[in-house]
């Protein structure tokens, strides 16, 4: 009888809970393989999108770590075992440690958007949140600045995800600007000459877009013009400086004046 009675208690147990192992399993084998598709198929992506290589090895564990927990959590609900507390349980235990470390979290998430979508790299120079430099590292949690004084500037990543940012190598050609004031009586077509000359001799210049003058003001101590001209954006700052030493020097010698802001002063005696 005691034999009977274990052979009964045996096949009900296979009975209840084998078709319940047996989807388990199933439910195991495929979504193992899922998982697998769906890491590979996201690294391939982040190869597409030339996603820094440093951020790859980060992604594919935290992917496939979330996708392994979501699978364990359907295996042992085919199982029949009760996931709700256990599910509110890790809630609980999430939000708690989302809400201790959120300023974390949000210069992690910060980092990782700008590795994905990449608004500036390595080697770029930006303006963001009141500071300007050239970008030396990229990390997880900050990005590194390097200003021109050799001073490094330290931004977290959710500040500069979260706000607008300037980049002035996104771009390989850049357009210089030149304010020039001559004085009153001076010949302006001369002086629109002049400046022409000294842009067309300059070989960073480019042709095309042409340069542009043209007088833009009749300022209260000065006629003043408006010079752009277009350059690669390596060459910006040597066309800049160099152009403002050759107007300067040039103006002088073909008799055209650089006026400074002057007041005349009226003594009246009784």
């Not at 357009?175 to 077509?189: K, L, P, Q, S």
Request: proline fraction near 3%.
């Amino acid at each position: 009888m005691d034999t009977d009675k274990i052979i009964s208690q045996i096949s009900t147990v296979i009975i209840e809970y084998g078709p319940r192992l047996l989807g388990a399993i199933a439910v195991l084998i495929i979504g193992s393989w899922v998982v697998k598709a769906v890491t590979s198929g996201i690294m391939k992506m982040l190869d597409k999108r030339n996603v820094d290589e440093s951020l790859k090895p980060f992604l594919k564990g935290l992917i496939g770590t979330l996708l392994r927990v979501m699978l364990v959590l359907s295996v042992l609900g085919t199982m029949g075992i009760e996931m709700t507390s256990f599910v509110a349980v890790l809630g609980a235990i999430g939000l708690a440690v989302g809400m201790a470390l959120s300023g974390t979290l949000q210069n992690f998430a910060g980092g990782v958007m700008i590795l994905l979508f990449k608004p500036f790299k390595t080697g770029d120079y930006i303006q963001a949140q009141g500071y300007g430099g050239t970008v030396r590292e990229i990390q997880i949690f900050n990005t590194i600045l390097k200003t021109p004084d050799n001073v490094t500037i330290v931004i977290p990543n959710g500040q500069l995800s979260n706000s607008s940012l300037k980049n002035y190598s996104q771009e390989e050609r850049r357009r210089v600007d030149w304010t020039v004031g001559i004085g009153y009586g001076d010949d302006a077509n001369k002086a629109m000459e002049v400046m022409k000359n000294l842009c067309d001799a300059d070989e960073r210049i480019l042709k095309d877009p042409e340069v542009f003058i043209a007088l833009s003001e009749l300022g209260d101590s000065s006629v003043n013009f408006v010079v752009r001209a277009w350059v690669n954006s390596s060459d910006y700052w040597g066309v800049f400086f160099d152009m403002n030493k050759k107007i300067y020097e040039t103006f002088a010698q073909e008799g055209l004046n650089i006026p400074f802001p002057q007041m005349d002063v009226h003594v009246h005696q009784n």
